[in-house]
């Protein structure tokens, strides 16, 4: 899903790190949004919806709509489409609201 | 209609294609611009004064092909990508065009590629005889690309077999 | 509490623009923008702009944002926040801004609002699932961060937007199957629609979207097509197989902070929404406050750009700064602004500005 080659534009990224998913090691660029490197991994779905549990995945991807919510190294409600990927870091689908602690 | 189809019709066309005798002669350019909207660069491009600078920014741009060489400049500065050189010179059978193109992967001069026209359709094949991308044109290409006679103003577009897998 | 002669809101073409303009006067600027690059909707633009050269026509987006980025960072008189975004305007001028879960309390003679719009929605059956993205979202993804949405879209919408991020798709190697337009004209620029109908996208005028469908996520669309009177008829559904389903249909201005601000509203359908009532400085009714670029009404990024220039001028000239040249700049850009309104496709922004242009205002 990453674009190699682009006619117009050249994309900087940074190093490569790993960082966790639910559990499962996976890879991106730091700096890049969490959800962007999710993405590029095939993952679509981010949270679920409070009521219904309906899947939902990024949509305004500027951090704008809260479509994006997932828990970050033990925080919750972190806009993925805008928290940048750090390596090692651990993140969680949240079921509804998350825990503030 | 070009309105709800975004597909220039052969009234449409025949408004801003020069005449016949002018298109024998050589390399010209044909302007695709049917709108009014604020936009220029066009004229601000031309090394010779062939597009008429505009009275109001909102002008249709206006050609004096008499002016015109074919030199492509227009071309890769149009914003829209709406502008064409044809020269139906170029040898007995074929015509030459030049065409903007902002797609990878680029095409090899000497490739021979798939020719399509303004509906996506391909009409037949093109052979490229040089692709140009200096810095200058800041990634727009200006393609050269020879076609039999009867497609040079139908052509606009190519389709390049993308055997490095380049654009993805 | 930071002090600051101007504070703008907003680092996009309109902000940028008026935080320059302003700093030429010898205006002391604050720059706020709540995105980790400059620029605003500029940094995704691969395409070349239309205007004319003093709008920086033929140059690609991401070109303008990095000119004006360069050009306001070469400013000693502006101070820039990242990553920071505006809460509120209150009395006196006072703007209250988060940046790394801090507070700030900024006291401003003058605050330009440069905010943006934001994306509309649309409502069918099973728009919530993952897959179904704004064009902007779209955007962000392809241009910024070099990744693809997804392998093969339908795209909602064919004006400007719809049609620019369809080309833009097709540059990042995406398939588009279709884009689809509800009313019985393409909206865009016919040369945009050009460019993507001879790269072989069909455009189905007169149709719109049904309803979304998967299992988790977006695994395809039904389109059905609109009669006279833009209702659906059935029996003409088609079924496409896609993965993303892009909305591009429309865009309304970013009003919040006027609102709170409790400067003068009003809603107008031309503009894209809610907007400041304003006089021909874009000066709001709260005589502090000024607003440019797409928070004063949707349009093109070359408007928000002169918008800028107008506000940036204005508010400094109303705070002293500025000399008869600053007028007469500030003149040039009311004029480049008409100039820009005057043809056809202008006549939907004028007929909104005839509603929401008014005399200045009364005391703050």
Redesign the interface.
């Known amino acids: 899903?990453?674009?190699r080659k682009?006619?117009?534009?050249e994309?900087k990224?940074g190093p490569r790190v790993t960082f966790t998913y639910d559990g499962q090691q996976l890879e991106g660029y730091e700096g890049?949004?969490i959800a962007?490197a999710l993405?590029?991994a095939g993952i679509?779905?981010?949270s679920h919806?409070h009521g219904q549990g309906?899947?939902?995945?990024?949509?305004?991807?500027?951090?704008?709509c809260s479509s994006c919510l997932m828990t970050v190294d033990g925080v919750p409600n972190v806009r993925v489409?805008?928290e940048?990927l750090r390596a090692g870091m651990r993140v969680e689908t949240q079921q509804g609201k998350g825990v503030l602690r | 209609?070009?309105?709800?189809?975004?597909?220039?019709t052969p009234a449409d066309l025949a408004q801003v294609y020069p005449d016949k005798q002018r298109l024998e002669r050589g390399p010209v350019a044909i302007i695709?611009?049917?709108?009014?909207?604020?936009?220029?660069?066009c004229a601000?491009?031309c090394p010779r004064g062939a597009i008429l600078p505009f009275a109001?920014?909102?002008d249709r741009p206006q050609l004096d092909a008499e002016k015109c060489n074919g030199c492509g400049l227009c071309v890769v500065?149009?914003?829209?990508?709406?502008i064409f050189v044809v020269d139906m010179a170029y040898s007995e059978k074929e015509a030459l065009l030049k065409m903007p193109y902002?797609?990878?992967p680029l095409p090899q001069p000497g490739a021979v590629v798939t020719a399509?026209?303004?509906?996506?359709?391909a009409v037949g094949t093109g052979t490229v005889i040089r692709v140009q991308s200096p810095p200058a044109f800041?990634?727009?290409a200006l393609i050269h690309l020879a076609v039999a006679k009867d497609l040079a103003h139908e052509v606009?577009?190519i389709k390049v077999e993308d055997e490095t897998d380049e654009?993805? | 509490m930071i002090t600051t002669q101007i504070a703008v809101i907003g680092g996009g073409p309109a902000g940028l623009q008026a935080a320059l303009a302003a700093a030429q006067q010898g205006a002391k600027v604050l720059l706020v923008d709540?995105?980790?690059r400059l620029g605003g909707q500029l940094i995704k633009q691969?395409?070349?702009?239309?205007?004319?050269?003093q709008q920086f026509?033929?140059?690609?987006g991401?070109?303008i944002a990095q000119k004006l980025e360069a050009a306001v960072r070469a400013e000693k008189n502006v101070t820039i926040l990242q990553e920071a975004t505006a809460l509120g305007i209150y009395e006196d001028g006072v703007l209250l801004v988060e940046q790394q879960e801090r507070v700030m309390k900024i006291k401003a003679d003058r605050l330009i609002v440069a905010v943006g719009a934001?994306?509309r929605m649309l409502a069918f059956p099973n728009n919530?699932?993952?897959?179904?993205?704004?064009a902007?979202?779209?955007q962000?993804?392809?241009?910024v961060?070099?990744?693809?949405?997804g392998k093969r879209v339908l795209m909602v919408g064919a004006g400007n937007i719809g049609l620019i991020v369809t080309y833009q798709l097709?540059?990042?190697?995406v398939e588009v199957v279709a884009i689809v337009e509800a009313a019985?004209?393409?909206g865009g620029?016919?040369?945009?629609?050009?460019?993507?109908?001879?790269?072989?996208?069909p455009?189905y005028?007169s149709h719109t979207i049904k309803e979304a469908y998967g299992q988790?996520?977006v695994e395809g669309a039904v389109i059905w097509r609109l009669d006279e009177n833009w209702q659906p008829i059935p029996g003409s559904e088609q079924d496409l197989a896609v993965d993303v389903i892009c909305l591009a249909v429309g865009l309304s201005p970013l009003s919040d902070l006027l609102w709170q601000a409790g400067c003068e509203m009003k809603y107008v359908p031309q503009l894209g929404g809610a907007v400041a009532v304003r006089d021909s400085h874009l000066c709001t009714t709260n005589p502090r406050i000024y607003v440019a670029g797409d928070a004063a009404g949707v349009e093109e990024a070359?408007s928000a750009m002169v918008e800028g220039l107008v506000a940036g001028l204005a508010a400094a000239l109303s705070l002293g700064l500025g000399d008869q040249q600053a007028e007469q700049q500030l003149s040039q850009a009311r004029e480049q602004l008409t100039?820009?309104?005057?043809?056809?496709?202008?006549e939907k922004i004028r007929a909104g500005l005839a509603l929401v242009e008014k005399g200045v205002s009364a005391d703050a």
Do not use: W
């Open positions: 899903m990453r674009i682009h006619p117009i534009l994309f990224k890049e949004p962007a993405h590029a679509k779905t981010l919806s309906r899947p939902r995945g990024f949509f305004c991807a500027i951090g704008a489409c805008v940048k | 209609m070009l309105k709800s189809t975004g597909i220039p695709e611009c049917f709108q009014s909207i604020p936009c220029n660069p601000t491009a109001d920014i909102n500065n149009c914003p829209g990508l709406a902002e797609f990878l399509l026209n303004r509906a996506g359709q800041e990634r727009t606009r577009n654009a993805r | 709540d995105s980790e691969t395409h070349r702009f239309f205007g004319s050269e026509a033929g140059s690609r991401i070109a934001t994306e919530d699932l993952p897959g179904v993205y704004g902007g979202a779209v962000t993804l392809m241009n961060h070099g990744v693809r949405p097709l540059q990042a190697g019985p004209t393409i620029y016919l040369v945009h629609a050009s460019k993507v109908r001879r790269a072989g996208v455009i005028t988790g996520a070359s100039a820009l309104r005057a043809g056809p496709v202008g």
